[in-house]
């Protein structure tokens, strides 16, 4: 079976030819419709940039990045993406900034007029899977960071989009909200099953969400191992405590410190 | 010019406070009272230092005899003061409309800011007296320069804040409508405009006053109704008392736009600042 997402070989370079930032070289990453696949690496190694390409957001300088079967030249609205800022909208309500994708994607965006009901439906169903049943008409600025980040994945959802992009969404979070959240979008994913991609720099997070964890080498880019993660879900946090777990966690560890090492 | 700028502001923003926590105990209450309480001591300070230094009143009229003055030319004044207001607001509505537009090109286009900024920069720089001759020479002594000087001095202001509100969305929240397939358009209509409100209105406020300037520039220079030509007039004839009142009445009309332009800052961008109010009462 083909891949969802497909890349082949990747490079990127920031800037100009010889003085620019390479962000990204020989980056190699297949992920399976439906799959959950976590990418960790150290800081500025690339992660974030590699999301920019499969979201169409930045051109690669060399290889070629496939999304359901065609090759990504700009945006595509398949995808749906949340980030470790905050970039909820202050002057629009919790509501109306989960409902901000259907403003622009199609074919929602000219039946919202029309359908509007079945939308809001649709949002509300969304916050009540996680867990802001009620705070449809609150701001913002009213809500916790864990609030806040909840509100983020379902703006992410709300399109229904087949691939669900996050980088570092739970970054900025405290420990006991983080893995509150955890559970929150474990909920989501055997709800809606999408196919995900989500970057982090906490390994637990990574091995406790993720079918497939891949370790990136230190800058410029690319894969360096990669671990299955056997555990059937729902997974619930004693999983996390077990050896099987901590032997996962540690082996990553050992990987991305090597790779620290060799970029030292 | 200076204390043109600053001196409206002083009774505003404390109003607005007010506005937004109802009586909440002595210290708001205070807030409230000082500005006008800061006006009553100026003027006591000033009635005082006239009469007991025995200033003569073409040097410095004291506020009961600018006040007498003011009675005594009401109609005049208030003639020459409605034509002012006219030409400022006619001049600050002008300044809006071409302000908004040009503030949202120049923020959501790096060509066009490329373009246009140091143009606009330059033109700024030119100090507007020097321009106000041509404007009288163009559309000869009257209304259309004192309009025209307004529009100018107070454009700029308005571009700067809308273009630097719309041009400073964060990359994240960009990225995110971006991935969505947002072309630029939407970016503007559905962050970068909304984004750049409270930016816009904050230069209203400043723009308001700096339109006061401008036309009261152009009627002291050349024009034949106005305070500005009112002053003009009054000083030739060394009625120093008429002077200040002419004086008085403008700043009062600054302040009561820059009242109105507050209340509608308050109105419309209340989510600005509605976040900054929740922190404060829970930290009571
Ligand atoms: N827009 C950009 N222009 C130039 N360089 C960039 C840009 N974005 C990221 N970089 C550089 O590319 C490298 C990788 O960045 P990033 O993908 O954000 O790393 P990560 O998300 O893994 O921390 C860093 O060195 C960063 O400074
Ligand atoms: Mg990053």
Redesign the interface.
């Known amino acids: 079976m083909a891949a969802f997402v497909e890349l082949d070989r990747i490079a990127l370079r920031y800037g100009g030819e010889e003085s620019g930032t390479l962000a990204l070289l020989d980056t190699t990453l297949n992920v399976k419709e439906g799959e959950f696949v976590a990418v960790v690496g150290p800081s500025g190694c690339g992660k974030s940039t590699l999301m920019?390409v499969v979201?169409?957001?930045w051109p690669q300088s060399a290889g070629t990045a496939i999304v359901a079967g065609r090759e990504v030249s700009?945006?595509?609205?398949i995808?749906g993406?949340a980030?470790q800022?905050p970039?909820q909208?202050?002057?629009r309500n919790v509501i109306d900034n989960v409902m901000?994708?259907l403003?622009?994607?199609q074919p929602h965006r000219s039946q919202l007029r029309a359908k509007r009901a079945m939308y809001v439906q649709k949002a509300q169903d969304l916050l009540s899977l996680v867990g802001l049943k009620g705070f449809d008409t609150k701001?913002p600025?009213?809500l916790s960071g864990g609030m806040q980040q909840r509100a983020q994945i379902c703006?992410a959802l709300i399109?229904e989009p087949k691939l669900l992009?996050l980088d570092e969404p739970f970054g900025a979070l405290d420990m006991f909200t983080r893995e509150e959240l955890w559970n929150v979008m474990q909920e989501v994913v055997m709800d809606r099953k999408p196919t995900v991609i989500l970057v982090t720099h906490d390994l637990r997070e990574a091995v406790y969400l993720a079918d497939r964890v891949v370790v990136m080498s230190a800058r410029p880019g690319r894969m360096i191992h990669e671990r299955i993660v056997p555990f059937p879900r729902k997974r619930t946090l004693e999983d996390t405590y077990k050896p099987e777990f901590a032997e996962i966690v540690q082996d990553l560890r050992n990987h991305i410190s090597m790779a620290r090492e060799q970029a030292a | 010019m200076a204390s043109m700028d600053t001196a409206p502001a002083a009774p505003a923003i404390p109003a607005r406070r007010a506005r937004r926590t109802p009586i909440f105990g002595s210290r708001r209450n205070l807030e409230r009272a000082l500005p006008w309480m800061v006006v009553i001591g100026i003027f006591l300070f000033w009635e005082v230092t006239v009469r007991v230094f025995s200033i003569p009143d073409f040097i410095l009229p004291s506020p009961t005899a600018i006040w007498e003055s003011y009675l005594r030319w009401q109609p005049a004044i208030l003639d020459n003061a409605g034509q002012t207001l006219f030409t400022t607001v006619f001049g600050f509505a002008i300044a809006i409309v071409f302000g908004l537009a040009l503030g949202v090109a120049i923020g959501s286009s790096t060509l066009v800011y490329n373009g246009l900024y140091p143009i606009l920069i330059g033109f700024n720089a030119i100090p507007k007296v020097a321009v106000v001759p041509i404007l009288i020479i163009w559309f000869g002594i009257g209304t259309v320069p004192a309009v025209i000087t307004a529009f100018l001095i107070s454009f700029f202001p308005i571009v700067v804040n809308v273009a630097t509100g719309i041009a400073t969305v964060?990359p994240?929240?960009r990225?995110?409508?971006?991935?969505?397939?947002?072309k630029s358009r939407?970016i503007v209509l559905?962050?970068g405009l909304?984004?750049a409100?409270p930016y816009f209105f904050a230069s209203l406020k400043v723009a308001i006053t700096v339109a006061f300037v401008g036309s009261i520039l152009a009627e002291t220079i050349g024009s034949n109704k106005g305070i500005g030509k009112l002053m003009v007039v009054a000083s030739s004839r060394f009625d120093t008392p008429l002077v200040f009142a002419g004086l008085l009445v403008t700043a009062f009309m600054g302040v009561a736009m820059y009242v109105i332009a507050n209340w509608f800052e308050t109105r419309m961008?209340g989510?600005?600042t509605?976040?900054m109010t929740?922190n404060q009462q829970a930290g009571m």
């Not at chain 2, 990225?175 to 947002?182: E, K, Q, T």
């Open positions: 920019k979201a169409g957001l700009g945006p595509l609205s995808v993406m980030f800022a970039t909208l202050p002057w901000l994708p403003e622009i994607v701001f600025w009213q703006r399109h992009m | 964060e994240e929240l990225d995110v409508l971006r991935a969505l397939g947002a939407d559905k962050v909304p984004r409100m961008t989510w600005a509605r976040g929740q």
